[in-house]
């Protein structure tokens, strides 16, 4: 079995989630009778990564699908870092093999790279079930993720853990609150601060106004938003608990999750010089103990 150490490889059959989910809030064969259109985003890709994440540190993020019909969540699969396996259907009602080549790779991946541990496959078709004899018999743990109308119980059986779409969606956490006039600040720096405008000079209409000399101003639309660390670390409490299936979870092991799931995370970015610190700031959100090994903390009810 994996090590608490060992690295993740998520396999996403995308199209066959993106299709149970279609199924599920329009009816069954609603996908079928528009497969070839423009998609709308219905997965969400982050809940997937982020329970990943709570496994381990991730090495392979691949996904296999016509992409051509799902350009609407370039934005989601860009944040997440998801590689995209082009594959297309071979004829006008033929199925896109995306299984197959999903079952090719993930063997060939486990030859060649042993340090991946747990194996997390994305659909829930029964195909994946010869893939599950080869994932136990090497020794790593397998893990498998489907919605719960089109998921084959079968393949779900055959999984060392079987995770719901639905229930990754939707955790077990309270809704983020303001935090409180009581609460110590926080201080949340920005990536491109901003300045007081200046006033401009009026310009009678007979003169042209002059070419400005002063450099563009630089383009931060692509930059990380800054996130409230009370979100990022009660998100992190909350899945960590539901993938363990109890409140309190090590201490030791939150904050590299939390780097896990955004990289850019940093106790100094608001204003602490330790993660002790930043979690003593925030008493409204987690409550500490002493574990047997170590100290535990959990989301306070």
Not at 140 to 147: D, H, K, P, Y
Not at 241 to 265: C, I
Request: hydrophobic content about 40%; proline content about 9%; glycine content about 6%.
């Amino acid at each position: 079995m994996a090590r608490g150490d060992e690295a993740v490889a998520i396999y996403w059959d995308f199209e066959n989630l993106h299709a149970g989910l279609v199924d599920e809030q329009q009816g069954q064969g609603a996908y079928l009778a528009s497969r070839f259109r423009p998609q709308d985003a219905l997965i969400d890709i982050d809940s997937i990564v982020e329970f990943a994440l709570s496994l381990g540190p991730l090495a392979i993020n691949r996904a296999f699908a016509n992409w051509l019909s799902f350009n609407r969540y370039r934005q989601a699969l860009l944040q997440s870092a998801v590689e995209l396996i082009q594959v297309f259907p071979p004829g006008a009602a033929g199925k896109n093999g995306a299984d197959i080549k999903l079952c090719l790779d993930a063997l060939d991946d486990m030859t060649r790279f042993p340090h991946i541990g747990t194996i997390i496959v994305v659909g829930g078709d029964s195909d994946y079930m010869p893939l599950s004899y080869k994932v136990k018999a090497a020794g790593r743990r397998l893990v498998g993720i489907g919605s719960r109308r089109s998921t084959n119980q079968h393949w779900a059986k055959s999984c060392h853990e079987f995770k719901f779409y639905e229930a990754l969606v939707t955790p077990a956490v309270e809704t983020v609150q303001a935090p409180s006039d009581k609460s110590p600040p926080l201080v949340i720096t920005s990536a491109a601060p901003t300045e007081a405008p200046v006033p401009e000079a009026t310009v009678s209409s007979a003169e042209p106004r002059p070419p400005s000399t002063d450099p563009p101003a630089p383009d931060v639309s692509s930059a990380a938003p800054v996130v409230d660390p009370r979100e990022i670390v009660r998100k992190a409490l909350a899945r960590l608990a539901h993938s363990k299936g109890e409140p309190w979870v090590n201490k030791a092991g939150l904050r590299p999750y939390v780097q896990r799931m955004d990289p850019t995370f940093h106790e100094s970015n608001y204003g602490f010089g330790t993660f002790n610190d930043l979690l003593a700031s925030m008493p409204e959100v987690v409550e500490i103990r002493k574990g047997e090994f170590d100290h535990e903390v959990r989301l306070r009810p």
